[in-house]
């Protein structure tokens, strides 16, 4: 006989469960009248009727016109930050303490909205070490996190602010031990300019030689290796030193920058350089693109209203002329093969980023080309492989972690449909 309720929040998912559509993240087509037993917090069986015998009798019910899949997993953040379109250097007048809240803050929206695992991308400090330690303890329920810690840049360089400064071989060399020892699960670097007041986004930061010792350092210590990339040269550096996750990807070159009001870091228009592409396809890094972060959030807001003032529409002119540019990009690079290496975080935030968005980046991979399964994939099965977590999470597989995000809507259907949140599970425990 089957049964219906779904577990309060804070209990376990356990037991034989049947749903009306299961997508498993692995590129297949969706299972209807799915049936999947959960056991100790992990994925025990997954089928349908026929295989489970008379145990699809006594089944619980999750809906039968809901839909699951795997728990978002977000490979690029910032949770210390707020999106209230201040520069860094205004952003970073708080103390520790309240950037520790604000960090408790984003990552609760995140949850809420399906995202089970966070790569937060630079914090300063070690404040993200500490809400991790948090979430451990079980003073607030929060995703799993993957944390760089501070990010390692030269004096003055992009994010210099999060406190590891590194000029000389020997000095990224060591800001990349003492981060292993503090608890960093990836190490990051940047390779090109960003946001930070003075920096230049279309040009290099580190040589392809300082990258390389980073990436010889971390992966001596088992640590991955990821690296802000916005310029078109950076990413080639990336590339022949070795980078594991190359960020942003956006083929910037030398050229004037446009100002998007607070919307987004300084940037150039992306152009693809296609020499460097096919090298990029031919490499094994996987592409951290990051296409929210450019002021999309922004885009939305201004398409929302009925009237614009001249500099609203302004700046809305500026941000569609950025996309136009870019989302071109991102199809070039997928037509080139490298879907399966392409994952879409957030870079939430900096600047007009906000957490628990993550559908947009699935609507502008759509806008791009990719299927609409490839856009699901990018932030669930190819986001956990970009952070080295395939084994445990991002796909619903027998033997994985029980990270699960229920839908009262198809997801495949339309992107919006992923804000339709039934239930968030994390180790098979409802968080939301």
Known sequence: METSGLPAIGDALTGTWRVGLLIDGNGGPPLRKAILTIDDGHIAEIGVADQFGSRADSTNSLGPDRVLMPGLVDCHAHATLFPDRQPFEVQLQQPDEMLALTAVRQLTT?????????????????????????????????????????????SGGHIWWSGSVADTLDEIRRNVRVLVTEGADVIKLVASGGGTRGGIPYLASYTVEELRVGVETAHALERRTVAHARATQSIENCVDAGIDAIAHVEFLSPGPLLDTGGAGAPTGL?????????????????????????????????????????????????????????????????????????????????????????????????????????SLQVVTRNAARLCGLQADIGTIEAGKIADLLLLDADPLAHENNLTRVAAVFKSGVRVA
């Open 270 to 374: 992306p152009q693809l350089d296609p020499r460097v592409a096919d090298k990029l396809a031919a490499s094994s890094a996987f592409l951290d693109l990051n296409p929210q972060s450019s002021g999309w959030d922004t885009v939305v807001l201004l398409r929302s209203r009925n009237e614009l003032t001249p500099d609203e529409q302004d700046q809305l002119a500026t941000l569609e002329r950025y996309f136009e540019h870019f989302l071109p990009v991102i199809g070039a690079l997928r037509n080139l093969g490298v879907v399966d290496r392409m994952a879409f975080g957030s870079d939430a935030g900096p600047f007009d980023t906000e957490f628990g968005h993550l559908e947009y980046n699935v609507h502008l991979a759509r806008q791009a080309g990719l299927t609409p399964m490839e």
């Open 110 to 154: 995140h949850l809420h909205s399906g995202v089970t695992t966070v790569r937060d991308c630079a914090a300063r400090g070690q404040t993200m070490f500490w809400v991790r330690e948090a979430i451990r303890r079980g003073y607030f329920a929060g995703p799993r996190l993957q944390l760089a810690g501070r990010a390692i840049t030269h």
